[in-house]
């Protein structure tokens, strides 16, 4: 039974690093290249609360799992969770009130929303970071 809750954590945290990986470094350059200053933003805006449910729901399934024989990946897998959740719940709604300011002419918004979209990147990388730790903790075990 601990092989099977090890190998569902397993897959957990390497469906959000391949999904984070994949959406950091093929989508939102796409979008931003292939589509216009309007509709990117509109997509990419669409696509965040789908983008945070899946690193979510996947980060949980793990923290959840994990715990029972691998307690540090368990805990790390929970942060990933929490800050997915800030993101999605705190960050998310900020950045685009302040984005519809800055995209306004308000220069107050455009620092805001600067400052709040490192925040966003700054845990981005941090969950990619601690993903790439537990799948490379996990594969020694």
Known sequence: ????????????VATIFGSMIFFSCVVAPL???KLDGPTAGNFIRNIFPWYYLLIGGF???AAVV?????PFEGLMMAAVFFGAFISRQVLMPRLNMHRDGDLQGSSEAKKKF??????????NAAQILV??????RLSMT
């Open 59 to 61: 980060s949980i399934i």
């Open 131 to 136: 993903c790439l730790i537990v799948l490379i």
């Open 31 to 33: 979008v931003f290249i």
């Open 66 to 70: 994990l715990p029972f024989h691998q």
């Open 1 to 12: 039974m601990s092989e099977v809750l090890i190998v569902i954590g397993l897959i957990s």
């Open 114 to 123: 600067t400052f709040l979209h490192r925040c966003s990147v700054v845990i």
